[in-house]
């Protein structure tokens, strides 16, 4: 696509990115078949052909309008076009330019504007998130239904197992702890730790890291969310240095923001050395768990054989996972192998509409796409539901009565089923 960039954006890191990005887009339309907001309002100016249109009149100077803004709030974010695109188009990052410049030129009303500062200056903070959680789930019972539905009830937070092994080995790792799932699902972290600790492996924490950053980049607060990333590098280098294997992150939205580091830092001399290294060392729990399930124990087994009837999971892969991490059915085969059956899931590759903020922000869209993705996954009648973002996870059970768990905890309970019954 021809780019005619004018002088504002032009010599700026970003407008170069974004021209470049631009570039690569042939106008082909096969995004168009896989974008969800396409999907549901049939607008061209809500696909990203039409969106990369408006950002590319935004960069030759044309006028920006609520409009524009208000295409490009619709967006997800969720990058189903990327694995889509023919041509290698990186609009994940073309659509946080764009926004950032639409930010600076498009006034939001007074309301809007206070939505996204609470949002910013509560839940990427886990010491102000979580006493305010357990505040709302004790004034649950006289909350509207809306507000009930969207939070997880303190039963729900407090179920599952929080015991942590000691660090006793050789190899360790490190694990993000994130910003809302040490108050939603400590269980999960702590079920990573345990999984890892029968592989030989000490999954450790750095106390002073916390939100990944991505809650407040992609609201277009860029500064706040890279000094967001700057304190967790600072936080994981002393372990960097002492020789950790690897920064394991079991919330894929995260994952997909950690491992833009290197990209998003490349212009801080103090920091780009050191977001390259933080970049390289991240994987994903389902990355560690592929390359370690041989030391899991005899997978055939864990589903107990014979005529032990197999447990029906549906699984829902974020798209954090399946188009930012572009990570596709590492999962599925670890699950199997342990003796569960997953069912088959329609459009899968389809998001659940959480999208980070996006469920609060846009609300009817979400709860569109969050219907038709709950109908697909209780379709084949699972017991239950496993996904592997804490994001959709809260999501989803707010519009089910099936349990919606993270993968790694029921692998988990197989494999320390298993251990148990070989001791006794």
């Not at 020789?243 to 290197?262: F, L, R």
């Amino acid at each position: 696509m021809q780019t005619n960039i004018v002088a504002p954006f032009k010599d700026t890191p970003e407008g170069q990115e974004a021209e470049a990005i631009v570039r690569k887009c042939v106008h082909c339309g096969f995004c168009l078949a896989t974008c969800p907001t396409y999907q549901l309002l049939g607008d061209e100016l809500d696909s990203p052909r039409g969106r990369i249109y408006l950002m590319k009149q935004v960069l030759e100077g044309e006028p920006v309008t609520a409009r524009t803004q208000l295409h490009l709030d619709r967006c997800l974010t969720c990058r189903n076009c990327e694995t889509t695109c023919p041509s290698g188009v990186e609009y994940g990052r073309l659509v946080d330019i764009g926004r950032g410049l639409v930010e600076k030129r498009v006034p939001r009303s007074f309301a809007e504007q206070m939505k996204r500062k609470a949002l910013s200056a509560v839940v990427p903070k886990a010491n102000v998130f979580s006493p305010l959680l357990k505040l709302g789930q004790l004034a649950r019972p006289v909350l509207p239904a809306a507000m009930q539905q969207k939070l997880p009830s303190a039963a729900a937070a407090s179920a599952g197992d929080y015991n942590w092994p000691a660090a006793r080995h050789a190899r360790r790792m490190l694990v993000l702890e994130g910003c809302v799932q040490p108050a939603l699902a400590p269980s999960i972290n702590a079920a990573t730790a345990r999984l890892l600790d029968h592989c030989g492996i000490s999954l450790i924490k750095a106390e002073q890291a916390g939100c990944c950053g991505a809650l407040d980049y992609h609201l277009s607060r860029h500064d706040t969310g890279m000094d967001y990333m700057r304190r967790n590098i600072d936080a994981w280098w002393p372990h960097i240095e002492a020789g950790v294997e690897a920064i394991v992150i079991t919330a894929s939205g995260c994952g997909a923001m950690v491992k833009e580091y290197a990209h998003l830092l490349r212009n801080d001399a103090r920091y780009q050395k050191k977001a390259a290294k933080v970049s390289a060392l991240m994987r994903d729990v389902a990355e560690v768990v592929t390359q370690e399930h041989g030391k899991l124990g005899e997978f055939a087994r864990i589903g107990g054989g014979g005529t032990q009837q197999k447990r029906r999971l549906a699984f829902h892969p974020p798209c954090s996972l399946q188009h930012g991490l572009k990570l596709r059915n590492l999962v599925e085969p670890l699950l199997t192998a342990a003796g569960f059956e997953l069912t088959y899931v329609a459009n899968a590759h389809l998001c659940c509409g959480s999208a980070g903020t996006y469920s609060i922000l846009q609300p009817e869209l979400s709860q569109r796409l969050l219907r038709n993705k709950i109908e697909a996954l209780e379709a084949g009648q699972a017991e239950a539901i496993v996904t592997a973002n804490i994001g959709c996870q809260t999501h989803l059970q707010s519009a089910t009565q099936r349990p919606v768990r993270h993968w790694v905890e029921v692998l988990e309970e197989r494999v320390r089923a298993l251990s148990l019954a070989n001791v006794a």
